[in-house]
């Protein structure tokens, strides 16, 4: 069972940065898309920003141009750089990744970021 963990979630103010980290328990340079998902109280989860297994990349509009996504192989983690912070990005932000393989999902536990005004 393929474990992914986050951390680097929390308090910080508007227009602030943070970092956040996803450790999977597998290499995952076997996962076909890896990326970060969040979900706002009362409101859909939604995907925030992917990347693929030859680094092509996604982000969705509300964050595109102050979040970043990158991952190291060699760590087995993924990362998501989130600057220029906003109050709406207040979520549980979840790692996510896919393997086309065996078509299976995994998810993390997920990390609380606040942004306060």
């Known amino acids: 069972q393929v474990q992914l963990v986050e951390s680097g979630g929390g308090l910080v103010q508007n227009g602030g940065s943070l970092r956040l980290s996803c450790a999977a328990s597998?290499?995952?340079?076997?996962?076909?898309?890896t990326g970060w998902h969040r979900q706002a109280p009362g409101y859909k989860r939604e995907v925030v920003a992917t990347?693929?297994?030859?680094?092509?990349?996604y982000y969705a509009d509300s964050v595109k141009a102050r979040f970043t996504i990158s991952r190291d192989n060699a760590e087995n983690t993924v990362y998501l750089q989130m600057d220029s912070l906003k109050p709406e990005d207040t979520a549980v932000y979840y790692c996510?990744?896919?393997?086309?393989?065996?078509?299976?999902?995994?998810w993390g536990e997920g990390t609380l970021v606040t942004v306060s005004s």
């Open positions: 990347i693929t297994g030859n680094d092509i990349t």
């Open positions: 996510y990744a896919f393997s086309i393989l065996d078509s299976v999902e995994y």
């Open positions: 597998k290499n995952i340079a076997s996962f076909t898309v």
